[in-house]
């Protein structure tokens, strides 16, 4: 079937504005996780959804982060009165469950804030 | 400290060469862990488990230290192929716990 998805591929957004990024897992997989990476960086921990269980919402820079997973498949991550400094490529993975099974990454959403 | 320490190179080899990476992991309790590729601008991609036992796929063998707590990457016969950044990673309870990657270039 289709791998992870994510969009939109590209998103310029004004200094305080508001965005939500979109990831559609693989059909099937009930843990869902959000990374983000800036330019030449290592992938940041953001979020982690399992199932119907309460998130891990441990990486979250701020509270103008947020996540929600509706029905335990399709993702959204809203960033909330945008800085400069949100500028990254926000990757979505899923994995059939948690624990022992590989991730697969969606191809990312590249946010710039100007 | 880090979750996961890799050393991020860069790497330079010659086609042909045989490189390792090493990755160190911090929790004990970590139970799976995996090498991903990221190739400049992509998302990463599963590049092969680490098993107890080590694996091999083709030019790749992968092998894991648990007394250690390291994890290794073997590639033989360098291809210009190859040439990318390798992440590591150990999962834990809630989280994959990526390294930071290492990076490889591959010489002709």
């Known amino acids: 079937g289709a791998g992870v998805s994510q969009s939109p591929s590209n998103k310029v957004t004004e200094k305080g504005k508001d965005v939500e990024l979109r990831c559609d897992p693989i059909s099937g997989h009930t843990a869902l996780y959000w990374y983000r990476q800036s330019l030449g960086q290592g992938l940041e921990f953001l979020i982690y959804?399992?199932?119907?269980?309460?998130?891990?919402k441990s990486g979250l820079p701020s509270d103008r982060f947020s996540a929600e997973r509706t029905g335990g498949s399709v993702s959204t991550l809203t960033i909330q009165r945008t800085q400069q400094e949100d500028s990254a490529v926000y990757l979505c993975?899923?994995?059939?469950?948690?624990?022992?099974?590989?991730?697969?990454f969606g191809q990312g959403t590249r946010l710039t804030v100007v | 400290r880090k979750e996961v320490e890799q050393d991020p190179g860069p790497f330079n080899v010659p086609e042909g060469a045989t490189v390792a990476f090493n990755c160190t992991y911090s929790?004990?309790?970590?139970?799976?862990f995996f090498w991903y590729r990221q190739d400049c601008r992509k998302e990463p991609k599963l590049l092969m488990s680490v098993y107890s036992s080590g694996n091999e796929d083709g030019r790749f063998t992968a092998q894991l230290n648990r007394a250690s707590q390291y994890i290794s990457l073997l590639i033989r016969d360098s291809k210009l192929s190859d040439s990318a950044t390798y992440l590591c990673?150990?999962?834990?309870?809630?989280?994959?716990?990526f390294g930071t990657g290492t990076r490889l270039t591959v010489i002709p």
């Open positions: 959804f399992q199932g119907n269980s309460a998130p891990d």
């Open positions: 990673v150990a999962v834990g309870a809630n989280n994959l716990f």
């Open positions: 929790n004990s309790a970590s139970q799976s």
């Open positions: 993975a899923s994995s059939l469950r948690r624990g022992n099974t590989e991730a697969f």
